[in-house]
C-alpha cells in the first residue's frame, strides 16, 4: 500500500474515532459502539469509492506503468515512402519537392540568404493523404520522421501537454535534419479565448515558443496537417511560425484511377479502373481505398475468382455510409449534376459573385463574412436556385443533390428579413419566388453557355471559371 493511500485510510480513521468520543457523552450506552460502527462503515465506504473513482491511486503497479510508458523516449521512424507511391499530388508536388530540394541541398538556398521555411501546413477534407504527403516527403529526403496527434498533446493534468510538445520537439532537434509532423493540429491549435481550458492554451503557447526557438538556419521543419483550417489560432499562421500553406483536394478522374490501380495491384479483379475512377467522383484516396479492401473481402466470403462489378456494388452503400461520401455517379446522374453545377456556375458568374474552382461536386460560390446590401441577398439566392431551376424547367429531378443548396437559400432569406424588413411584409416563400423569377432570367438567357459548361464539367470533372 501507498504513503498516500495509508494516509488517507488513517484520516477516515481519525473522523471515525472521534465520532466515538462525541458518542462517549451521550447517556444512553448504546451509543458510543453503535456510533463507532457507523463511523468505521462510513470509512470503509468512502475508501471503497475513492478506489472506484481513481483506480490507478489505487493500483501501484497501473500507475508505475503507466508513468513508464510517459517516460518512453521519443524515437523517429525512417521513411520508405516516396512521391511515387502517393497518387493524386496535382499542383502539390512543385512544393512538396521544394521542401525535400531544402533537406537535400540547404547550402544552395542559403548562399542566397534564403529563409528555410520553419513549418508547413496541410489543409484539406478528411483521407486525402495528408499523412502519406508528409511521409513521402521524410522518405525522399531522407530524414527522421517524428510524428504526433494533436490529440496526444491535450493532457487532463496540469503541465503534461507542453512536457510532451517540449520533449518532442528536443527529440527533434537531436537527430536534425528531422521533420516533425503533427496530424490533426486543431485538436491543440484552436483559437484561444471563450471556454478552453487554461491547460489547453498552455501547451499552444508552447508549441509556438518551440517554433519561434528554431534557428531559421537548422534543419528541422514542422508538417501539420488538418481539415479544419478556418479553426486555427491565427498565432500558428503568422511569418515565421507555418510559413507555408499547402491545399490538399480531392483526386480527380486521372487521381482516382491511379489511387485504385495502385490498390488493386496485387489483387485479382476485372474491373475497368476506369469507368470505376469516373463514378467516383468526390471520393478521397482513403475512400477509394476503402472501396477496393471491402470488395475484396466480399469477394473472398462469396468465393469469387476475382473482385467484380458485382462486389463493387455489393459494398457500395456500406463505404459511403462510413466514409461519409456521395455515392458511385453513374452516366445519367453524372449528366444531371454536371447541368445542376453548370446552371449555378453560369448564373453566378453572370451575377458577379465570388467563386472558388468549379467541379463535378462540392460548393464554389463565396458567401461573404461581412454585411451583405439586400441586393446582393438575393443574387446569391438566385445563384444557389439556378441548378435547381434549371432542372426544373428541363422536367429533371435533383433531390438527390439539391438539398444543401435549398437550406443556404433559406437561411439567406431568413436573414433578408432580419436586416431589411424587420415589419415582416415579405415572408421567406415570397423572396425564394423573386429569387427564382431572377434565376429563371439568368437560364433563359444563359442557357447555350450553361450545356457549353455542363458537357465540360462532365468530360472534366473541374472548370476554371477565370476562363469563362
Known amino acids: 500500500m501507498r504513503e498516500n493511500d495509508k494516509s488517507f485510510i488513517l484520516a477516515l480513521l481519525a473522523v471515525a474515532a472521534a465520532l466515538w468520543l462525541v458518542a462517549v457523552s451521550v447517556s444512553e450506552p448504546k451509543w458510543p459502539f453503535a456510533l463507532f460502527l457507523a463511523g468505521a462503515a462510513l470509512a470503509g465506504w468512502a475508501y471503497l469509492r475513492y478506489s472506484a473513482i481513481h483506480p490507478k491511486a489505487a493500483s501501484p503497479s497501473a500507475s508505475a506503468g503507466s508513468a513508464a510508458k510517459e517516460r518512453a523516449p521519443i524515437r523517429p521512424v525512417q521513411s520508405t515512402i516516396r512521391f511515387s507511391d502517393v497518387a493524386g499530388l496535382g499542383g502539390a508536388l512543385e512544393e512538396l519537392e521544394e521542401i525535400v530540394e531544402f533537406f537535400r541541398d540547404p547550402k ?10 520553419k513549418g508547413v501546413l496541410l489543409s484539406g477534407p478528411p483521407g486525402t493523404g495528408k499523412t502519406l504527403m508528409a511521409k ?6 531522407g530524414v527522421p520522421f517524428f510524428y504526433a496527434g494533436g490529440s496526444s498533446f491535450v493532457h487532463m493534468y496540469v503541465g503534461v501537454g507542453p512536457k510532451r510538445v517540449h520533449e518532442l520537439f528536443s527529440a527533434a532537434r537531436k537527430r536534425a535534419p528531422a521533420i516533425i509532423f503533427i496530424d490533426e493540429i486543431d485538436a491543440v491549435g484552436k483559437a484561444r479565448g471563450g471556454l478552453r481550458g487554461d491547460e489547453r492554451e498552455n501547451t499552444l503557447n508552447q508549441l509556438l515558443t518551440e517554433m519561434d526557438g528554431f534557428e531559421s538556419r537548422e534543419p528541422v521543419i514542422v508538417i501539420a496537417a488538418t481539415n479544419r483550417y478556418e479553426m486555427l489560432d491565427s498565432a500558428l499562421l503568422r511569418p515565421g511560425r507555418f510559413d507555408r500553406k499547402i491545399e490538399v483536394g480531392l483526386p480527380n478522374l486521372a487521381d482516382r484511377q491511379r489511387i485504385l490501380e495502385i490498390h488493386l495491384a496485387q489483387k485479382p479483379h476485372t474491373l475497368d479502373t476506369h469507368a470505376l475512377a469516373a463514378k467516383a ?66 448564373a453566378a458568374k453572370r451575377l458577379d459573385l465570388a467563386l472558388e474552382p468549379l467541379s463535378l461536386r462540392g460548393e464554389f460560390i463565396v458567401l461573404p463574412s461581412g454585411a451583405i446590401e439586400a441586393d446582393r441577398l438575393l443574387d446569391l439566392m438566385a445563384a444557389h436556385l439556378a441548378g435547381l431551376r434549371s432542372a426544373h424547367l428541363a422536367g429533371e429531378s435533383t433531390a438527390s443533390f ?58 472534366e470533372e473541374s472548370v476554371d471559371l477565370a476562363l469563362l
Open 108 to 117: 544552395k538556398y542559403r548562399r542566397f540568404g534564403v529563409q528555410l521555411p
Open 136 to 141: 513521402a516527403i521524410a522518405g525522399e529526403a
Open 281 to 346: 467522383v468526390g471520393f478521397s484516396g482513403a475512400a477509394l481505398a476503402a472501396l477496393v479492401n471491402e470488395a475484396a473481402i466480399y469477394a473472398a466470403k462469396h468465393n469469387l475468382s476475382a473482385i467484380t462489378d458485382e462486389a463493387i456494388e455489393a459494398v457500395r452503400q456500406k463505404v459511403v455510409s462510413l466514409k461519409k461520401t456521395g455515392d458511385l455517379l453513374g452516366g445519367e446522374l453524372r449528366q444531371k449534376l454536371a447541368l445542376y453545377q453548370a446552371a449555378k456556375a453560369v
Open 402 to 459: 439539391s438539398a444543401p443548396d435549398v437550406a443556404i437559400v433559406r437561411r439567406l432569406a431568413r436573414h433578408y428579413r432580419e436586416a431589411f424588413d424587420p415589419a415582416r411584409t415579405h415572408s421567406i416563400s415570397e423572396l425564394i419566388v423573386r429569387a427564382e423569377a431572377l434565376a429563371d432570367g439568368v437560364i433563359a438567357d444563359q442557357r447555350a453557355a450553361i450545356e457549353a459548361l455542363a458537357q465540360k464539367l462532365f468530360d
